[in-house]
């Protein structure tokens, strides 16, 4: 029998075990979380015993019958508290999946390796924040976060929140803060009407469906939403600023390409902040299996193969579409990558295609402006484990002989902290590139998640077949 | 204000709350079962526990494991992400710095 | 004035540190990489600046010289460089290692090296976390530690304000000669007259020597580093398994790893080493991982819980009888070559440039450079990089 070995059991992942058990695969379904779902159908913990958790997700009853589905499967291994550390390419097919099962950053985890047949990489992406004064003060932190802890803890973030940056996750993120009892004083979609209507309003109706459900709003909030929000447009949070914690936002009005307006700025009182300016799709795996990127995306053939033999992509690493659009592309990915054939999910196929066509419309609507650069100050961190400052990244790109992208980046520090790179790799990127330095992939990490020394050290148990 | 946990009494989602406590940097700290200990130091009203490089004070900036600001020491296992580790009653939790003296 | 133009293949370590010896020497200085600068073996190795793993010899010269010249080029460089004397600690974990590392600690006395015997409780109190089940211990203080990259770059900026050109993104593709003597050399960017050409293109040298029509067995040989999280100081030297130096020593094709455990500056430790001669397969290898953690574990057990962040694998310049090669290739006058120090490139660099810069003068080298000589048997092929 094939086996089928799917990482990430978010929407795209879910949906790719689903179908790659109804192809006839066994499937191995990893996931470093307690329970599926992903960051989009992020669970309660089982321990709060809540009566109601539907009321907190849009699309419950079909998540929850198809979670059913895949997780009582007698032919799915269901690898919760999983990690994926490495993958290593063989010289034939897919490579073997490197694991450390049983905990998180510890815990006494084991190691264990699995050849699979066929490998489905759904992982996901996590907000992108664009550096800005002030950005590492307590009480700042990513939209994700917020909806997350408030989502899948009930833990509100603070009482007098903005919400800013670009996207319109944005507005999911408010309702769930206001759902959960914070004031949002207002969200701040830092492209104009404009440049939002240009990518939304050509052929839109096509539209309608994917934007209802991407827009991920719990119905209730809706209205609260609409009616005690304000909702500015070319308007972004261009610093932070409090005594060891955020207390106040300077926002600003933006030209098009995000360039702050001078005299616009106000202050406004806040006890948080929550920014995301778009997504960045976790790569790392992808680069370790050789497949090929594309505009900084995963790129994938019509079945979501990826160019490395046997490995298909689904969801936000194709590119950023929403979690119908995820769905779809993990169901194809599951299908084929059991074997089954590819005429047989028209379906599927249609609502991928209409997600894809999504995410261009996304990327056009909701771009980073290339003038984010001018909110920075000479002592701005840009990298927030080493603290490696804007002024430091300037000083060692404008020396000829240090603007090799390994060199700025071991002269600086920039990256090598312990997220390596992840929250700062794309923004360091781009100012590299900006001022004339080497443009290389932010997203080599051979090492997928920190393993401990220990751990490594022992055998894996290598699974038979 | 601080960061806080939705009350019980009044949460929509209808939660049977059942109490865990952890001690923090020695002392005791009481969460429910099933939060992060990133969430059980939030419902405390403790929004930070980290100490950056340069002396800053670090908490939970991503909340989904991926920016490493949250780590602390849990039962003498350094390096810990707060927002994804589990509490567990008993838990020994400690703030960490690069410095000598939190070793 | 018509000055003598040198061409330098490669902005490494070694590369740059040859056109700054060159430049300040008087020589128009062109230096031509195929990527960016320090971006490849430079980037990928851990610093070393060794005495005490090379036995009584040629490369122990050439490692001396290069020790007592760091502190110097240090100084005259603008820049703020992470140089770290901390010494080594070499340590035997069996009772015949032990008698090994005795007889080759004394070879290097003879030679000059410091290398003192530490007593458990010396020991002890240097590595606090170390394992206490070593058979014998000795420290060399002249072990250092440099910062590759940032050497690198500085040696090339320096370079560069005594006049040098620098090139990237440019590839050479073969020799321009006239009567046998080469006079340049062609690249993706165009031709590049040169009076001189010298081959600083690490584990790259045996490919770029044989588009020039003289190849040198020069071979990748990989190696592997881990990177842990920062932590508070926990390892104050460089700290390696006396096998380490049998591991350098191999010509086994297959995996070889020895514990080598230091800190950086940022508070992460570097753990090494591994040697493969896997030609250029850049794969990461689980096990070799595995091995490396392993080793590094029986050296400091209680560095279990320690999480590793990073690995990053180089390939070190690899030449069948273990020396380097500084000097003028017998088949094509004006061609030198500078390279083939495996992993001990960093550390080697400015000694090397020294001797090079001498050679071409015409002058003697402070030491014998004819062990280093192109014309050996293990270095001259005929058909070039494998």
Known sequence: MRRVVVVGAGPAGLAAAEKALLAGASVTLVDAADQPGGQYHRMLPEAYAARYPKRLHHGWDSFDRQRRFVLEHRRCTWLSRTSVWALEKLDDGPPSVQLLRGGVDGEGRTRETIRPDALVLAPGAHDRVLPFPGWDLPGVHTAGAAQALAKGERIVVGDRVVVAGTGPFLLPVAASLLEAGSRVVEVLEANSPSTVSRGWLRRAWELLPQYGKALELAEYAVGQLCHRTPYRMGRAVVEARGDGRVEEVVTARLRPDWSPVPGTERTVPVDALCVGHGFTPQLELFVSAGCTLRDGFVQVDGNQRTSAAGVFAAGEVTGIAGAPAARAEGAVAGWVAAGGDPAAIRAERRKRDAGRDFARRLERAHPIGAAWPDWLRRNTVVCRCEETSYGDLQAALTQPAGSGSRAVKLGTRAGLGPCQGRVCGTNVAELSARLGGETASVHNRPIAQPIRLGELAGQPEEETR | MSPRLVPGRDDRVGRNDVPVRISFDGDPVEGIDGQTIAGVLLGSGRQTWRTGVSGGARGVFCGIGVCFDCLVTVNEERDVRACRRRARDGDDVRTQSRAEDAR | ?386
Not at chain 3, 51 to 77: F, H, Q
Not at chain 3, 143 to 156: G, Y
Not at chain 3, 212 to 223: F, K, Q, T
């Open chain 3, 1 to 386: 004035m018509n000055r003598t133009r040198i061409v330098v293949l490669g902005a490494g370590v070694v590369g740059s540190a040859c056109a700054r010896e060159l430049a300040a020497g008087g020589f128009e200085v062109v230096v031509v990489d195929r990527h960016r600068p320090a971006g490849a073996t430079t980037a990928h190795g851990e610093g070393n600046v060794l005495v005490s793993d090379k036995a009584d010899g040629p490369e122990l010269r050439l490692a001396r010289l290069s020790r007592r010249l760091w502190p110097e080029v240090l100084a005259e460089l603008d820049a703020d460089i992470e140089w770290d004397p901390k010494g080594g600690i070499v340590v035997a974990t069996t009772d015949a290692g032990a008698s090994d590392l005795a007889a080759f600690a004394a070879g290097q006395r003879a030679a000059g090296v410091t290398a003192e015997p530490l007593d458990p409780a010396d020991l002890a109190a240097a590595e606090p976390h170390l394992t206490r089940e070593v058979a014998a211990a000795y420290h060399y203080p002249e072990d250092a530690q440099v910062q590759p990259v940032a050497a690198a770059t500085a040696l090339l900026s320096a370079a560069i304000e005594a006049g040098t050109t620098l090139r990237t993104g440019c590839e050479v593709t073969g020799a321009i000669t006239r009567g046998g003597r080469i006079t340049g050399v062609r690249t993706s960017q165009g031709d590049v007259r040169a009076d001189a050409v010298v081959n600083a293109a690490g584990p790259w040298s045996g490919e770029v020597s044989a588009a020039l029509g003289a190849p040198v067995d020069v071979r990748p040989r990989r190696g592997e580093v881990l990177v842990t999280t920062p932590l508070p100081p926990t390892v104050f030297h460089k700290v390696y398994d006396a096998d380490y130096v049998g591991a350098v020593g191999s010509s086994d094709a297959a995996l070889q790893t020895s514990a080598v455990v230091e800190s950086t500056r940022g508070g992460t430790l570097l753990l090494g080493s591994s040697r493969r001669q896997v030609g250029f397969d850049d794969r990461m290898r689980p096990h070799v991982l595995s091995a490396i953690a392993s080793r590094a574990l029986r050296l400091f057990p209680g560095l279990a819980g320690v999480p590793v962040m990073r690995a990053y694998g180089g390939f070190r310049p690899y030449v069948p009888d273990h020396l380097p090669l500084i000097g003028e290739d017998p088949r094509i006058p004006g061609l030198w070559h500078s390279t083939g120090h495996e992993g001990a490139g960093i550390g080697l660099s400015v000694g090397t440039a020294r001797v090079l810069h001498d050679l071409i003068s015409g002058r003697a080298p402070e030491i014998d450079a004819e062990p280093f000589r192109v014309d050996r048997p293990a270095v001259l092929t005929e058909g070039g990089a494998r």
